[in-house]
């Protein structure tokens, strides 16, 4: 079904990730952008092109709210459900379908707050989703569907193997490098260092396969040291410092399901994004060099757009739709 009208589309939060939206949004002829929202006083009042460093006037001001309908609102805040939960709940009383990057909402474990959400989506006739490469496609959606070819299916892996020197600051950040292994150790414990979305992820799987879990392990997060120097555009990591973070979680059922990321700087030569099936006829699939998670996620939550207009109403996870290059 083609649209002769454009999807009128809002970007909400424009961080890395929602200017990385925004910025693809502009180039799709199917798009009206109508609004940018953020609250961060150096942005609000000016131009989105210049925000978002296109070099250029896009005629979209910068808000601090939503002031005007849009058919879709890009949501890109947090990762926590809890935190993004009221603006959910906001935009979806007003009427918007939403696409959002929060890596808590891509199957949301917190049945109170999703039951709240469901509730008031299917009430006002709208579709919430969240998206991004992992939670969202690399580490579920791209999965499940590589077993749809198997006629049993006995275990699941899948192991992410980032670089995380070609990412955004923030995300060298978040994964810990440039630490000692006693303060990530400590960041650890403090929460402030860890990839959210495996357990979405493992939970997205199974729920797609049909089956529960007899056990969910806890997950491991454990540091990558640095064998050498390691120097990006944000930060100096020295031999034996913390490059990065390695995470696993795995559940066991009549269909054994692992999930294992290393995101770390200096992994160049090893990166990669791999799905392994074993059963009825064994699958395997390797992505040479990896998905680089921020543009890809751009790519998913605009992807998104055209699928979730027509999508049935209420929250949604991806394993709800189907999805492709638009």
Known sequence: MHHTQ???????????????????LLTKPWVK???????????IGKDLGEVIGLGRKVGVLVTPELKVKADVVCHSTGSSLAAVAPQLHALLDRG???VSTCEELAFPLDESIREDLQHLARARNVALLA???????MMDKLP???????QEVRSLEIIRIQNASTRREPLQRKVGAGMTPEAFRAAVSAGTIR???????LRMIANGLGIEFGSISEETIDPILADREIVTDYLRVEKGQVAGVHQTIQGKGRIDVRLELMMYVGAESVSQDKVIVRGNPDVEMTIRDGIHGDRATAAMVVNC????????????TMDDIPVSFR
């Open 6 to 24: 454009p999807i009128t589309v809002a970007q909400y939060g424009i961080g890395p990730i929602g200017a990385e939206i925004a910025r693809l």
């Open 33 to 43: 952008l109508v609004a940018a929202v953020d609250v961060d006083p150096e942005k």
């Open 96 to 98: 918007h379908h939403v």
């Open 131 to 137: 998206t991004g490469v992992n939670p969202g496609f």
């Open 144 to 150: 499940l569907t590589l077993t749809a070819a198997c």
């Open 195 to 201: 990839h959210i979305g495996l357990r979405q992820s």
């Open 305 to 316: 757009i055209p699928r979730i207009v027509v999508a049935r109403h209420g929250v949604l």
